[in-house]
């Protein structure tokens, strides 16, 4: 895998391209780029007709080992690798550790392996076990083992410990990576962590360098899923910003999770190269539409609706129906969604307009909002796979956006013009 930097603008965003992949050595990938998440191999709610409607441009998808694990033998006896099995064989597949879409339960590592949360129970995974299972897979590139379950709120001995065990393990890796016949050209990308403290995050990269990694994962800042929507930008930015200083210059830096869109553009502004579509997705888990303006065109129509309240899941009252979002409740109830509509709310029963006007995705030029809250209310399959596609090319969009407004200069008013959307909503 080659990475060249083209562009690096005055506030550190940079535009660059990922290119020489051993199994498809034509691809070449712009940054920042967008990973399409998956799940058990597969884009959630979308078959493989209908993800080539929401985009036919190139695309890597992130494979998280936690969804595929209990399935690499049955990869391994195929011989041909997860992106055939998948049917996906036109896509090249990073595999990460761990899913960044849901949260990964704190404290369970042990000393010489970390925990997997799969859906048979939690499986322990050692270097020599996680090394063979991403030789079953045979990915295109993909993640060291890791040690990042931390937050603000981590201990500073867990933090040295996540420290410790990532720089241990992403050496068993890497050693194991260079005796392995079929892993020995595939890119391996390394793991910074030292949660919210500097210190360990410098003896973390300082203990990497010579390892030979294609690339670096900055970890460690929350623990996936919904805690990392809440990231607080004051707390992380003086690490992130000594952290990216330090590393080098050269190799793609990737950040996961479903940070929210302005958390995206700050963290594209300090030279983040590789994001996942994880956001999306949580966002029509919760039957939302992502409405926040992608891309600096004026024509963007204005938002009206009020701002959605989203309960959080271990919140909901099962005897309360999907559509009664009404009813007043305490603020610990509601989840702050600034950047979507709320198709389950009652205002859009009889609402006869797209998702988005103007959005040329399949669902807003063939559906209304109307249909979708019938769809969302009564868990109707094909609700979710319309909120999939509508978010995912809206997703897909912003990030096209995004490489435009470095090239341009513009992405300080790409910004500007999301935080007065974000800020009008909460209004």
């Keep these: 895998m080659k990475f060249t930097v083209s562009l690096v603008a005055k506030s550190s965003a940079r535009l660059g391209s990922l290119s020489d992949f051993a199994r498809i050595p034509e691809a070449a990938f712009e940054t920042p780029m967008l990973l399409l998440h998956t799940r058990g191999a597969s884009v959630p709610h979308l078959s493989y007709d209908l993800l080539q409607m929401v985009s036919t441009e190139n695309h890597i998808l992130q494979m998280p080992l936690v969804t595929l694990v209990d399935h690499t033998r049955n990869v391994k006896a195929f011989g041909k690798g997860i992106a055939e099995f998948a049917g996906l064989k036109e896509y090249l597949n990073y595999v990460s550790v761990q899913d960044p879409s849901t949260i990964t339960p704190e404290g369970y590592h042990e000393k010489n392996s970390i925990s997997l949360w799969t859906r048979g129970g939690r499986k322990l995974i050692n270097p020599e076990i996680y090394m063979s299972c991403i ?26 410990r996540s420290v410790d065990d990532t720089i241990k393990f992403t050496a068993a890796c890497a050693d194991l990576k260079e005796k392995s016949e079929i892993l020995k050209n595939t890119p391996m990308l390394a793991s910074v962590t030292g949660g919210y403290n500097i210190k360990e995050r410098l003896r973390c990269i300082a203990e990497l360098n010579g390892l030979g990694v294609a690339g670096y994962v900055i970890d460690g800042f929350h623990t996936n899923g919904e805690s990392a929507t809440s990231l607080s930008w004051e707390d992380m930015e003086p690490v992130l910003t000594e952290t990216l200083s330090s590393l080098l210059e050269n190799l793609p830096r990737a950040f996961q999770g479903p940070v929210t869109p302005i958390v995206l553009l700050k963290l594209v502004s300090k030279g983040i190269d590789i994001f996942d579509a994880t956001f999306p997705w949580l966002v029509a888990e919760r039957g939302g539409a992502l409405v926040f303006p992608n891309s600096l065109l004026k024509t963007n129509s204005p938002v009206t609706e009020t701002l959605p309240c989203v309960k959080t899941p271990s919140l909901v009252d099962q005897s309360e129906e999907d559509g009664a979002t009404d009813k007043k409740c305490s603020k610990e109830e509601f989840v702050d969604r600034a950047y979507e509509i709320n198709l389950k709310d009652k205002l859009f029963f009889d609402d006869r307009r797209p998702l988005v006007e103007d959005c040329p995705c399949y669902c807003c030029r063939k559906y209304s909002r109307s249909y979708v809250h019938h769809l969302s209310v009564t868990s109707e399959l094909q609700g979710p796979i319309l909120l999939m596609m509508h978010n995912l090319h809206h997703y897909i969009t912003f990030f096209r956006a995004i490489r435009l407004a470095i090239r341009e200069d513009e992405l300080q008013s790409l910004q500007a013009k999301l935080e007065e959307f974000v800020s009008s909503r909460r209004k």
Excluded: C, H, N
Aim: net charge negative; aromatic share 4%; charged share 35%.
């Design 135 to 160: 030789e079953d897979l045979k990915p295109d590139m993909f993640q060291a083992i890791v040690d990042g379950d931390t937050t603000s709120s981590s201990s500073a001995k867990r933090v040295r």
